[in-house]
């Protein structure tokens, strides 16, 4: 039962292009998402997240949309630059639980061409 | 405090042995979790501690594998009698909260992992 989904396992955009991630999920009770940020050999770090009472975050290059109703979020980054070349997760919390341990996405990998 | 340290790197086992992982989470961190993530798959949650108590299990934990947070600091990770299945990289994290309450996930930190290969 895949509740976070990233169906694209991989994308390629020219520096300076925009980039744009997309993630679905399934569960109507995640109410805030995260994306992360993974190189090789190195464990994922946060980039942006987005609660549900909102619509937008931006942070810098990095913008994520949320679309409650159709269950979907993407992230954007504008303009890519060859150092995004990392594979992204998103991300979602399950807040009824202590601990609020992440259902990941399977990934996407972006690839940022000089 | 240099973040999550997590040893070994890397692990190369022949199936039927056991093996230990350990992670050492921020100090000042009082949740430790454990994830496994396989080849072009995202992490997937294994285990979870509130210092030293282990409060979720995820049904992938089986009785093979064991996970300790002893005085609520460092934790290990065994699995015993490995399984070619089990070849994934091991990544533990950690973050803080309150007991009862919920943290929001940013507060995560990832150490690099251990890949282990089961041959």
């Known amino acids: 039962d895949q509740q976070v989904k990233q169906n694209s396992p991989s994308l390629s955009v020219q520096e300076g292009r925009i980039s744009i991630l997309n993630c679905d999920y399934t569960?109507?009770?995640?109410?805030?998402f995260l994306w992360y940020k993974k190189y090789p050999a190195e464990g994922p770090t946060f980039l942006i997240s987005i609660s549900s009472i909102k619509d937008k975050n931006e942070d810098g290059r990095f913008t994520v949309f949320l679309n409650k109703s159709a269950k979907h979020l993407s992230l954007h980054i504008v303009p890519s630059q060859p150092g995004d070349s990392a594979v992204y997760f998103c991300?979602?919390?399950?807040?009824?639980?202590?601990?609020?341990?992440?259902?990941f996405g399977g990934g996407t990998r972006l690839m940022v061409k000089p | 405090d240099t973040g999550v340290s997590q040893d070994p790197r890397h692990k190369i086992t022949k199936r039927g042995q056991n093996v230990t992982f350990r992670c050492d989470p921020i100090s000042e961190h009082n949740r430790l979790y454990w994830y496994r993530q396989t080849l072009g798959q995202g992490p997937e949650f294994l285990t979870y501690f509130q210092n030293e108590a282990q409060l979720e299990k995820s049904r992938l934990l089986s009785d093979r594998f064991s996970a300790e947070r002893p005085k609520g600091s460092f934790s290990t990770l065994e699995i015993q009698r490995t399984e070619q299945g089990d070849s994934a990289m091991y990544l533990c994290?950690?973050?803080?909260?309150?007991?009862?309450?919920?943290?929001?996930?940013?507060?995560?930190?990832f150490g690099s992992g251990t890949r282990l290969t089961v041959v």
């Open positions: 991300a979602a919390p399950n807040m009824e639980i202590a601990g609020n341990m992440l259902t």
């Open positions: 994290a950690s973050s803080f909260g309150l007991s009862g309450q919920g943290a929001i996930g940013y507060g995560y930190t």
């Open positions: 569960n109507s009770m995640f109410d805030y």
